[in-house]
């Protein structure tokens, strides 16, 4: 048995999780023929979490899929014994859930997108897109505060040597988003930043209809974004990570230990520009830029 856990909703996770099950059927499992899955969804609410963890610990599940961070890190401190695959988008050493990455030691492996670490990159992109823009903001959530201090600590550091003043937002439920993008006006940001976080993900495609509402040029991590009206999105496929994370769970229920498995970093980086949604905002986009990218929607 299976227990996945996550921070989110399923409703905004079908695709991870379509994808989570693929990998379980390149390890030669397939839900409910030969594994039962035990889904918990937090729904947003992290302080539900740890009953969660509590509960399929209870119901002795033989490894724990603990997607997005907070889960990670919940599952983390409920079992030292019950193996946990991770699919997270920050550094699993500073978070403390291995001891490193090619030796994970103890009861934790997974995925790892290293996303916090992709941040700078967006800003650099959005900088390409806005070269006459001085001010720009970033927006994290700080209900996962492991991630947004990364996140905004490797943020203002780019931000410094592109020579640009970063506008810190918090966000940390759907409800703050009006008023992410009210404030942008009032900052004078001329761009906005979306950091690569569980919430944020799953309402990729309300973020991308608001920036289009207010004129925003905005970048996040997606194809679906960009899809969406979003200016641009770069980053790893979060699909190709939870398929990972699969492929790492059946690996465990044929009996391998977490401990044994290295944490497998995601490679592939993804850059989409919407010209549609450029050409309305009056952005012309660089040719470097345009030849990077691995599609470019009309």
Same mark, same amino acid.
């Given at each position: 048995?299976?227990?996945? &856990?996550?921070?989110?909703?399923?409703?905004?996770?079908?695709?991870?999780?379509?994808?989570? =099950?693929?990998?379980?059927?390149?390890?030669?499992?397939?839900?409910?023929?030969?594994?039962?899955?035990?889904?918990?969804?937090?729904?947003?609410?992290?302080?539900?979490?740890?009953?969660?963890?509590? /509960?399929?610990?209870?119901?002795?599940?033989?490894? +724990?899929?603990?997607?997005?961070?907070? @889960? $990670?890190?919940?599952?983390?401190?409920?079992?030292?014994? +019950?193996?946990?695959?991770?699919?997270?988008?920050?550094?699993?050493?500073?978070? %403390?859930?291995?001891?490193?990455?090619? =030796?994970?030691?103890?009861?934790?492996?997974?995925? #790892?997108?290293?996303?916090?670490?992709?941040?700078?990159?967006?800003?650099?992109?959005?900088?390409?897109?806005?070269? #006459?823009?001085?001010?720009?903001?970033?927006?994290?959530?700080?209900?996962?505060?492991?991630? $947004?201090?990364?996140?905004?600590?490797?943020?203002?550091?780019?931000?410094? #040597?592109?020579?640009?003043?970063?506008?810190?937002?918090?966000?940390?439920?759907?409800?703050?988003? /009006?008023? +992410?993008?009210?404030?942008?006006?009032?900052? =004078? @940001?001329? !761009?906005?930043?979306?950091?690569?976080?569980?919430?944020? #993900?799953?309402?990729?495609?309300?973020?991308? @209809? &608001?920036?289009?509402?207010?004129?925003?040029?905005? +970048?996040?991590? %997606?194809?679906?974004?960009?899809?969406?009206?979003?200016?641009?999105?770069?980053?790893?496929?979060?699909?190709?990570?939870?398929?990972?994370? !699969?492929?790492?769970? %059946?690996?465990?229920?044929?009996?391998?230990?977490?401990?044994?498995?290295?944490?497998?970093?995601?490679?592939?980086?993804?850059?989409?520009?919407?010209?549609?949604?450029?050409?309305?905002?009056?952005?012309?986009?660089?040719?470097?830029?345009?030849?990077?990218?691995?599609?470019?929607?009309?």
């Amino acid at each position: 048995m299976v227990g996945f &856990l996550n921070v989110a909703s399923v409703d905004v996770y079908r695709p991870m999780v379509a994808a989570f =099950r693929q990998g379980l059927q390149r390890s030669g499992y397939v839900e409910g023929q030969n594994v039962l899955i035990e889904y918990r969804w937090a729904e947003g609410q992290h302080y539900r979490l740890p009953s969660m963890v509590a /509960d399929l610990v209870h119901r002795q599940v033989t490894v +724990i899929a603990a997607t997005t961070t907070p @889960a $990670a890190l919940a599952a983390k401190a409920a079992t030292t014994t +019950i193996p946990i695959v991770f699919e997270i988008g920050s550094d699993p050493i500073q978070l %403390g859930l291995v001891a490193s990455l090619n =030796r994970p030691g103890g009861n934790v492996t997974g995925v #790892t997108q290293l996303n916090a670490g992709l941040v700078p990159k967006e800003l650099e992109v959005l900088h390409e897109l806005l070269p #006459t823009a001085r001010i720009v903001a970033l927006v994290v959530n700080p209900a996962d505060p492991a991630v $947004a201090e990364a996140q905004q600590r490797e943020a203002l550091s780019a931000a410094d #040597t592109l020579g640009l003043e970063l506008r810190i937002l918090n966000a940390s439920t759907e409800s703050d988003f /009006d008023g +992410i993008f009210a404030q942008l006006i009032e900052l =004078r @940001a001329k !761009g906005l930043v979306i950091c690569p976080e569980a919430l944020f #993900t799953g309402h990729s495609e309300q973020l991308a @209809a &608001l920036a289009a509402r207010h004129a925003v040029p905005a +970048i996040f991590r %997606g194809r679906e974004f960009t899809a969406a009206g979003g200016l641009a999105s770069y980053g790893t496929s979060i699909t190709d990570s939870y398929r990972l994370a !699969g492929v790492y769970s %059946g690996r465990v229920l044929k009996g391998e230990k977490p401990a044994d498995l290295p944490v497998q970093q995601a490679t592939k980086v993804e850059l989409y520009i919407n010209l549609k949604t450029a050409k309305t905002l009056g952005i012309t986009v660089p040719l470097p830029l345009s030849g990077r990218a691995d599609e470019l929607m009309e």
